[in-house]
């Protein structure tokens, strides 16, 4: 439709990277386009802005829209959080707890199960019946027998190369392994004091754990298709007698084999694009599978339509999908250079704090956030002011950590494109004067999209940006480094406890999940979320209920900003063309402050009753519980029956 059509102009332009062409499945495709210097702007920038945003003009003028999208999408997200709240603690009780497991999974729950029950009542979670996301991540290991994912389990601890590394739950306690990265201690620490309170009820095992924060396992789609399968066809004794006790002497069973040897399951791809490695999970059919070649100089426009509402993001989950999302092969840092990748295209026993679209690891509540890494702690020295009284900037302070630069990759890293878009279009000179289109309403009350022309559009905004990197380039291979030393400026390190005074909060992702998300959430403050990787809690937020989603190309970010601050005609006519015209002007929208307020307060307050610490522990008790079954030699005959 024409709406769709016009999105593809805009599409890529945030990426600010153009002229590239990129070669898909030989995983060495790199953006040649070369960006400007930030301040002053350089033509090449200046021309960018224009065509994209001229280039706007007269498909944007010729949409017109009866409400603004945000108001539906923030109507359509209220009932989805509510109808998920309903359905996900149903059970009044332990029978009936079972009943919906049965009915939900088709399986009876695990050994145990009454214990986990008590254990999640008497912390007053209000998550009992949806574990969804977990068991889908688990279905996939019914297709291989426990002996072989025990066998696995050796394979990827073997070697210290591997990054992997165990906790060995004995006897009722959880230690840690004798082979790990002493930089990583304070995770595996993390992950033993996570359980240290239920251990008491889990059977002899080991855990594996990812050391990275890349995810490690990608299945073709074939195969993944085949295990789960099987899965499904796999017995499910739902009968009214099991067995409620683990196997004896599991110990022996994870012993291991005297001529396993050393062994690597997986491959080194640390520092080459991985678009490729993961995409293997998709259909034959998919977009990302069928674009042999992209020629990024073409603008995507079918890449973003289906999970957007014109400019806006309408599906979060969806968003994260490669599948139908070629381009983003060159719009992350994870695609395009990470750091430590080390994938296998084998199902392995990995549990991983955070995962991509297509990556088959376990998540699980990650220590970063449960042993208090960083957190959210306002005091009279960082308080908190509520939201109208906070200063109207969208605040972000960040390293360049999303992936090692080289060859110019950093172009289309998402971090370095947010500050390169926020800062140059706050710059250009008066002589270049770029048009920045926004959704407002007509004289007739309909909403169209009109362009802001102006030599600083963010004046229209009742508005300022504050979006730098912290102190200097970290990750940059070759002349990388000294190409984005000349392209951005930087700020020093500041108190995370300052992030309260700033009314929106911009979250990306780094090497993987963002660890600052969280105490965001629990601030009264609005988080503006872009990123691909996804975490145990996804399922249980709600994009427009609780946060604010963004599109990774971040060309919906300022017309999304514009809806809730409102904008201001910059060069009306009785200005003259004076350049504080913005502040004074003629009100064109008057913003939406008290729609941001209400889903800053909804993510606070649902984040203070689901993503507490004790909802970290309720999860991962029960999520043992499952994997005990799993890796039990009787699975298809053990299990709690009321």
């Known amino acids: 439709m024409p709406f769709v059509a016009f999105l593809g102009l805009f599409l890529l332009g945030a990426a600010m990277y153009i002229n590239a062409e990129v070669v898909y499945g030989n995983g060495r495709g790199q953006p040649s386009q070369r960006l400007s210097r930030r301040m002053p702007l350089s033509i090449s920038s200046i021309l960018i802005v224009l065509v994209l945003f001229l280039g706007w003009s007269y498909e944007l003028q010729t949409q017109q829209l009866v409400a603004h999208p945000i108001d539906w999408l923030i109507s359509k997200a209220e009932k989805q959080s509510n109808d998920w709240a309903n359905q996900a603690s149903a059970s009044q009780n332990l029978a009936e707890c079972v009943q919906e497991y049965e009915r939900r999974y088709e399986r009876h729950p695990p050994p145990g199960f009454d214990a986990w029950y008590r254990y999640a009542t008497a912390r007053n979670s209000v998550v009992i019946d949806d574990y969804d996301n977990m068991m889908e991540d688990l279905l996939p290991f019914w297709g291989i027998s426990p002996a072989e994912i025990r066998l696995r389990t050796q394979q990827v601890i073997s070697d210290p190369w591997n990054e992997v590394s165990e906790v060995i739950i004995r006897n009722g306690h959880a230690v840690l392994g004798p082979d790990f990265l002493p930089t990583h201690r304070w995770m595996l620490d993390g992950a033993i004091n996570l359980v240290k309170d239920f251990s008491s009820y889990l059977p002899d095992m080991v855990l594996t754990f990812n050391l990275n924060d890349e995810p490690r396992a990608a299945v073709s789609y074939k195969d993944m298709q085949k295990l789960r399968s099987f899965a ?161 900037i969208l605040f972000w302070r960040g390293a360049t950590s999303e992936g090692v630069s080289r060859q110019g990759t950093w172009k289309g890293m998402t971090r370095q494109r947010l500050v390169h878009l926020a800062n140059n279009l706050t710059t250009a000179p008066t002589s270049r004067s770029p048009t920045l289109p ?68 911009m979250d990306v992702d780094g090497a993987g999940f963002s660890g600052r998300f969280l105490p965001f959430l629990q601030s009264k403050s609005l988080p503006f979320r872009a990123g691909i990787f996804r975490s145990w809690w996804d399922g249980r937020l709600t994009a427009w209920k609780h946060f604010v989603p963004v599109d990774v190309r971040l060309h919906g970010l300022f017309p999304t900003l514009a809806y809730f601050t409102g904008t201001a005609d910059p060069h009306p006519a009785s200005s003259g063309g004076k350049e504080d015209a913005g502040v004074t002007g003629t009100v064109l929208m008057k913003g939406h402050v008290e729609a941001g307020e209400m889903i800053a307060e909804a993510g606070r307050e649902w984040a203070g009753k689901v993503l507490r610490k004790e909802d970290m522990e309720i999860y991962m008790f029960r999520l043992l519980l499952e994997w005990g079954r799993l890796t039990d030699d009787r699975r298809d005959e053990i299990g709690f029956v009321v």
């Open 232 to 392: 499904r066809g796999s017995p499910k004794h739902l009968r009214k007698t099991a067995q409620h006790s683990w196997s004896a002497d599991r110990a022996a069973t994870w012993h291991i084999p005297e001529d396993l040897g050393s062994t690597r399951p997986f491959e080194d791809h640390s520092r080459t694009n991985a678009f490729s490695a993961g995409t293997i999970a998709c259909p034959p059919s998919s977009f990302a599978q069928r674009a042999t070649i992209w020629d990024s100089s073409v603008l995507c426009t079918s890449c973003a339509a289906p999970h957007s509402h014109g400019v806006f993001l309408s599906n979060w989950t969806l968003s994260a999908s490669p599948c139908h999302q070629p381009d983003l092969r060159n719009l992350h840092g994870f695609y395009l250079s990470p750091a430590a990748f080390k994938p296998s295209h084998q199902l392995l026993p990995i549990f991983s704090q955070s995962k991509v679209d297509g990556y088959a690891d376990i998540l699980y509540p990650s220590p970063w956030n449960y042993i208090d890494k960083i957190y959210y702690n306002a005091t009279n020295e960082h308080p908190d002011p509520p939201f109208a009284e906070k200063e109207s």
């Open 438 to 505: 926004i959704l407002l309403p007509n004289a007739q009350g309909k909403y169209t999209y009109q362009t802001l022309s102006h030599s600083n559009p963010i004046n229209a905004f009742n508005l300022s940006l504050d979006i730098s990197i912290v102190d200097g380039i970290a990750r940059a291979w070759d002349n990388d480094g000294a190409a984005q030393d000349a392209e951005f400026g930087f700020a020093p390190p500041t108190d995370f406890q300052d992030h309260w005074r700033y009314r929106y909060l």
